[in-house]
């Protein structure tokens, strides 16, 4: 008489089962990320393009470009960013002007990372206006990033001018307490909404610092791209 036992028991079964739905399940959730991916991807794209045109109101093209310490490329049909490069966006006029540059920052708020888009002016080594990608701040509070005038004003003229050198900003991008704003590099926050507020300055700081001493050098590359 033997003693191997049987395989087949309502407990082997029952495991079975398990496990062939578990594969089941992950084949369907592969198929879905696979299927749905592109329609996300454009979505991301289309919700970056309106704040393109929110914060640079004369664009009529934008062209993708990587900037690293090798200087600057285009960035079109990539999807993927070389290591240690940064991508951006130049920003052409009707005439094929270069009206602006545009660029992403990103920083941890209350509720979840604040992905904004800012407007870079070259000649002027200023940011002229952000807009917001993405975010989950708590409404009526953090969401005020988006309608305070008083906060929105901080980035009509936000001083992102670069050392000497020009290796890094001269002055880094702060926020500090609402009221107390005394320079042109400053973000002066919004009373009950700090913790939003400084996501933002952190952001465009940590960004303008990496990107800005890359760029900059290679401007008349974006004037006359060929």
Known sequence: MSDTPEVNTPSFAMVRTLGLVSVICGIIIVGVYQVTLPAVNANKKLALERQVFKVLPNAKKIVPYFASAAGITSAEGQDQAPAGSIIFYAVYDAANNLSGIAAEASSSG???????????????????????????????????????????KNFEALDVSLSADLQSLANAVKTVKHGTKTSPWQIDAIAGAT????????????????????????????????
Not at 119 to 127: F, G, H, T, V
Not at 196 to 218: D, F
């Open 195 to 226: 913790v939003t507020s400084k996501a933002v300055g952190r952001g465009i700081n940590e960004s303008a610092q990496n990107l800005l001493p890359k760029l900059l050098p290679h401007l008349e590359k974006l004037r006359n791209p060929s």
């Open 110 to 152: 209350y509720a979840d990372q604040v992905r904004i888009l800012y407007a870079y002016d070259a000649q002027k080594q200023l940011i002229t206006g952000i807009g917001v990608i993405s975010m989950r701040e708590t409404p009526g509070i953090g969401d005020k990033i988006l309608t305070d005038q008083a906060f929105l």
